[in-house]
Protein backbone atom coordinates (compact mmCIF):
# COMPACT_ATOMS: atom_id res chain seq x y z
CA UNK A 1 0.00 0.00 0.00
CA UNK A 2 0.81 3.46 -0.57
CA UNK A 3 1.99 6.12 2.54
CA UNK A 4 -0.53 8.23 3.51
CA UNK A 5 -0.18 11.81 3.82
CA UNK A 6 -0.07 13.53 7.35
CA UNK A 7 -3.39 15.06 8.33
CA UNK A 8 -4.47 18.58 8.99
CA UNK A 9 -3.02 19.31 12.30
CA UNK A 10 0.06 16.94 12.33
CA UNK A 11 3.09 17.14 9.75
CA UNK A 12 6.38 14.81 9.31
CA UNK A 13 9.67 15.82 9.25
CA UNK A 14 11.42 12.86 8.36
CA UNK A 15 11.91 9.85 5.61
CA UNK A 16 10.44 6.54 6.79
CA UNK A 17 8.34 7.46 9.93
CA UNK A 18 5.02 5.11 10.46
CA UNK A 19 3.15 8.68 12.20
CA UNK A 20 3.28 12.00 12.00
CA UNK A 21 3.82 14.83 15.13
CA UNK A 22 0.77 16.97 16.13
CA UNK A 23 1.26 20.53 16.33
CA UNK A 24 1.88 22.17 19.40
CA UNK A 25 -0.19 24.04 21.73
CA UNK A 26 -1.07 27.30 20.91
CA UNK A 27 -0.74 26.61 17.18
CA UNK A 28 -3.08 24.85 14.13
CA UNK A 29 -2.51 23.88 11.17
CA UNK A 30 -5.62 23.21 8.31
CA UNK A 31 -3.35 21.78 5.62
CA UNK A 32 -2.72 18.11 4.84
CA UNK A 33 0.63 16.98 4.16
CA UNK A 34 3.34 19.43 5.65
CA UNK A 35 6.58 18.58 6.75
CA UNK A 36 8.08 21.32 9.20
CA UNK A 37 6.22 22.67 12.60
CA UNK A 38 7.24 25.97 10.93
CA UNK A 39 3.49 25.25 8.86
CA UNK A 40 1.58 25.04 11.82
CA UNK A 41 -0.07 28.38 12.42
CA UNK A 42 0.06 30.47 15.38
CA UNK A 43 -2.96 31.00 17.37
CA UNK A 44 -4.01 35.61 16.91
CA UNK A 45 -3.72 37.88 19.55
CA UNK A 46 -6.66 37.39 21.80
CA UNK A 47 -6.81 33.77 21.69
CA UNK A 48 -5.16 30.86 23.10
CA UNK A 49 -4.84 27.10 22.38
CA UNK A 50 -4.63 24.14 24.83
CA UNK A 51 -4.91 21.52 22.61
CA UNK A 52 -2.39 19.57 20.38
CA UNK A 53 -2.95 18.72 16.75
CA UNK A 54 -5.60 21.30 16.40
CA UNK A 55 -7.26 21.63 12.91
CA UNK A 56 -8.34 25.11 12.75
CA UNK A 57 -7.99 28.69 13.83
CA UNK A 58 -11.71 28.07 15.39
CA UNK A 59 -9.97 25.79 18.02
CA UNK A 60 -8.37 29.04 19.62
CA UNK A 61 -10.03 29.79 22.40
CA UNK A 62 -11.33 33.52 22.45
CA UNK A 63 -10.24 35.53 25.76
CA UNK A 64 -13.01 36.30 27.61
CA UNK A 65 -14.17 39.55 28.44
CA UNK A 66 -13.02 42.27 30.24
CA UNK A 67 -9.60 40.51 29.49
CA UNK A 68 -7.01 40.68 26.67
CA UNK A 69 -3.78 39.23 25.66
CA UNK A 70 -1.49 40.72 22.84
CA UNK A 71 0.70 37.31 22.22
CA UNK A 72 0.75 34.86 19.13
CA UNK A 73 0.79 31.33 19.68
CA UNK A 74 -0.24 31.27 23.23
CA UNK A 75 -1.13 28.24 24.90
CA UNK A 76 -2.89 29.31 28.60
CA UNK A 77 -5.77 30.56 29.94
CA UNK A 78 -3.42 32.38 32.42
CA UNK A 79 -2.12 34.76 29.53
CA UNK A 80 -5.52 36.49 28.99
CA UNK A 81 -5.43 39.13 31.59
CA UNK A 82 -7.91 42.02 33.07
CA UNK A 83 -7.55 45.11 31.67
CA UNK A 84 -6.10 47.74 34.19
CA UNK A 85 -7.17 50.60 35.97
CA UNK A 86 -9.21 53.36 33.99
CA UNK A 87 -10.08 50.75 31.29
CA UNK A 88 -12.12 48.26 30.15
CA UNK A 89 -13.34 45.66 27.30
CA UNK A 90 -16.90 44.36 26.90
CA UNK A 91 -15.85 42.37 23.92
CA UNK A 92 -14.47 39.07 23.78
CA UNK A 93 -11.05 37.60 21.64
CA UNK A 94 -9.59 41.04 21.87
CA UNK A 95 -5.66 42.26 22.06
CA UNK A 96 -6.31 45.37 23.45
CA UNK A 97 -8.44 47.28 26.01
CA UNK A 98 -10.24 50.70 25.82
CA UNK A 99 -9.78 53.93 27.72
CA UNK A 100 -12.77 54.81 30.33
CA UNK A 101 -14.27 58.18 28.89
CA UNK A 102 -14.57 61.36 30.65
CA UNK A 103 -16.87 61.33 33.72
CA UNK A 104 -16.03 57.43 34.32
CA UNK A 105 -13.81 55.45 35.30
CA UNK A 106 -12.86 51.39 36.13
CA UNK A 107 -11.08 50.41 38.81
CA UNK A 108 -8.89 47.21 37.33
CA UNK A 109 -10.62 44.89 39.57
Do not use: E, W
Not at 7 to 20: E, I, M, P, V
Amino acid sequence: SQCSLCTAGTYQTGLGYSNCTLCPAGTYLTNFGMIDSINCTLCSAGTYGTGFGMLSKFNCTLCAAGKFQTGLGIFDTKNCVFCGHGKYQTGVGTFDCLMCMRGTYQTGL
